[in-house]
């Protein structure tokens, strides 16, 4: 097999898209506690159905 090398575009870190005529939909953040305190903060769309418990399962809720 002939050795050659690969060249490539980058794509991990390189967009070839824009931003350009992209409108964003409005956020809220919505903030998940723990009965160990832990407070995550995420944001959603104003549009979107709010989960009722966070990343760490049926403990963290809403605040």
Known sequence: MAERS?????????????????????RQITRYSCPEGHISELPFSVEAEI?????AGAAARPS
């Open 51 to 55: 989960p009722r418990s966070g990343s």
């Open 6 to 26: 690969l060249r490539g575009t980058n794509l991990s870190t390189l967009s070839l898209e824009s931003e350009a005529g992209v409108a964003f939909s409005e």
